[in-house]
Structure formats: C-alpha cells, structure tokens
C-alpha cells in the first residue's frame, strides 16, 4: 500500500486528517505509528476544531520536517525547510483554493452551527478525503523531487 493510500485509509478507520497523513509517513523516518498518531491527534479540524489551517497539510508539515529539518540550529536548514513548506502551502493551495478548513469547506466547523453544516453536507466524508489523498500526493511529489 502506498503511503497515499495509506493515508485515506487511515481516514476512512476514523482518525482525524492530520493523524491519516502524519502516521501514514512517520514510520518511514523512524517513528512508531503510535507515537505518531499521539503527535497528530490535536490537529485535525484544522487546529482543534477551529477551522484554521487544514490537518492534512500540518500533517505533510510535519512529515516535511521528519525528513528535511534538522535538530541542530543551523539557519541555512531553516530556510530550507521554510522553503518546502511555502513550496508544499502553493501546491495544496494550488489544488484546493484554500489551505484552511474554513475555505475547503465552506464553513466554519468552530462553531456549533458550522460544524453542522458541514455534518449535513457530509463533508467530513466527501470532502475531506480528497483534502488527504491531496496532501499526502504532493508529499509524494515534493520528496521524489528533492531525491533527484
């Protein structure tokens, strides 16, 4: 299974956005999938719920940062890293218009209302695998290019 569809997998067992494409990666670089999914667990919704950036792409953030950051303060690895993630932002935003769940959506899920909208548009459903499957593709496409 590709770490693709690894990740809508995940989705679809019923973790959040953030954990489908974080954990989907994260073994890959050492990190059990566990760990992982606790890591990821506060940012689906887009931060908790609130509706702010999309847990698909913190997730491809942090996965980003798995395999290009650095645990040493060098500044030439953070502009690096800097530079993928405004390179994987442009790209998702590119695909979807929006990197927040308040413009993927349509609504604004931090309220009870929003949230409800979106429950009876199933968006959860619809649209958010493809916010996921989106992620994790430009994942794939960003890390195949910086191999090369």
């Known amino acids: 299974m590709s770490h693709v569809e690894r990740a809508v997998h995940r989705f ?3 973790f959040n956005c953030s954990q489908a494409v974080f954990s989907a990666y994260a073994e890959q670089f050492g990190l059990d999938e566990e760990t992982a999914l606790k890591i990821a667990a506060g940012f689906g919704g887009g931060m908790g719920r609130l509706g702010e950036t999309c847990g698909a792409v913190t997730g491809a ?3 980003l940062g798995l395999r290009y950051g650095r645990g040493s303060p060098d500044p030439a690895a953070k502009e690096r890293i800097y530079a993928l993630i405004r ?4 790209r998702f ?19 009870p209302e929003g949230y409800d909208v979106a ?17 994790a593709e430009v994942l794939e496409e960003m890390m195949q290019i910086q191999q090369e």
């Not at 390179?87 to 442009?90: A, D, G, K, T, V």
């Not at 935003?93 to 309220?111: E, M, P």
């Open 12 to 14: 679809a067992e019923g």
């Open 61 to 63: 953030f942090m996965v």
């Open 87 to 90: 390179e994987f932002s442009n």
């Open 93 to 111: 935003n590119a695909r979807n218009g929006s990197l927040t769940c308040k413009g993927l959506l349509g609504c604004d899920i931090s309220t």
């Open 119 to 135: 429950r009876k548009k199933q968006l959860f459903t619809t649209a958010c695998p493809r916010f996921v499957r989106d992620a």
